[in-house]
């Protein structure tokens, strides 16, 4: 009997990406169920998921978890082939660390300077270039975040590697570029060519048809 | 030869005191460094934590790492005695879901339930009441989040458990009580009867001096 992997994800979302990649890389095979997290989410995310009510959750042999960096976690634990965390336990915690920052800093930063009025958007993409910036020093002169292969980081920094390239086209606002960060920019290359990430990524014109009906349409 | 552990930590933080409380749970000897962090950061804690510039920093043989949490994980895999996580992956992955949902939302939440100006109140109180609500459930009839001793949850939690009533004395207003939330209460009060969590936390007196101050100066 094989064991039940199940991913409630949302096809758009950079976090349900970051889910399927990590089972990607390990092999694990998955039932991936589309949620529509706008309009009619699904009685079973509602009840998978009742604090946030969000995805993605991992559902793994009837028991259900959330929140994309703990499923990372529990992905890494469960399946250990292809580490995606180093052993060292000081070279992980700067994996959790800088996967942290990609959420905590990076993530609203790049959506403030992206998206915000005109008023606040030259602090904002000053904000958004210092942790593009700190990113970019992270990788220590490596490939990928996980050194040779696709880690942790690389992979909860995936919006990095391909929504942003998409967004910029979009807000003709250019934060990420070779001339800037050419190492991040050289990584989010690297990133986005891996035959596993483009698997997992959505059709580059639809996203981009989203964004640019956002732009469009400022005030949703 | 020891091992070097140094904490840079400032007196008054939560976040200082979960770094502190973990390594005493161990039984690891660290040296402890107040940082003076509104108005003169070291040059230590500048070299250390130059990404965020903020406490706690822990300091292992040469090696920093910052972010509470990610140093809890540390702690844990470097000195493996008296767990405080648990081994499972799955219940793993629930305290982790927990401790982030304490960072993410329930400190932003009860934050602003108890200083927002008064318009903004109402909605900030029944926003934190969520939160609360939703951690009292995470106890599942256990004494501790860890069970029958205090784990990762719970020394996230701690400023729910300290720092909270303080505030509510402060502010004069109630979000936890023995009325609305029986089992979270009841874990408050044993939480800091613990007597290595006494051991850990700041004099009740002055942290209420600083929030007495602050309710007397609400712009600051």
């Given amino acids: 009997m094989g064991e039940e992997v199940k991913v409630f994800g949302a096809w758009a979302s950079p976090f349900s990406r970051r889910v399927e990649l990590a089972l990607r ?20 995310l ?13 559902l793994h042999n009837g028991k259900a978890i959330a929140e994309s960096l703990v499923i990372l976690e529990y992905i890494e634990e469960t399946w250990k082939n292809n580490s995606i965390l180093p052993q060292d336990p000081y070279e992980k915690a700067m994996a959790r660390f800088w996967a942290k920052f990609i959420d905590d800093k990076c993530w609203p930063a790049i959506r403030k300077a992206e998206w915000s009025p005109e008023s606040e958007r030259e602090k904002a993409m000053e904000e958004a270039c210092e942790c593009l910036k700190a990113l970019e020093s992270a990788l220590n002169g490596n490939k990928f975040y996980g050194g040779h292969t696709i880690g942790l980081v690389d992979i909860a920094a995936n919006f990095i590697g391909f929504w942003l390239s998409i967004v910029q086209e979009a807000t003709e606002r250019e934060l990420l570029s070779a001339h800037k960060f050419p190492l991040l920019f050289n990584w989010s290359h690297d990133f986005v060519n891996c035959g596993i990430v483009q698997e997992c990524l959505p059709p580059k014109d639809k996203v981009l048809a989203i964004f640019k009906a956002r732009v469009a349409a400022p005030s949703n």
Avoid: A, T
């Avoid at 095979?29 to 699904?42: R, V």
């Avoid at 509602?46 to 995805?55: A, D, E, Q, T």
């Fill in 25 to 44: 890389l390990k092999g694990v095979p998955y039932e991936y169920i589309e949620e529509d997290i706008y309009k009619n989410k699904s009685p079973l």
């Fill in 46 to 58: 509602l009840k998978y998921n009742p604090v946030h009510k969000k995805v993605p959750v991992l």
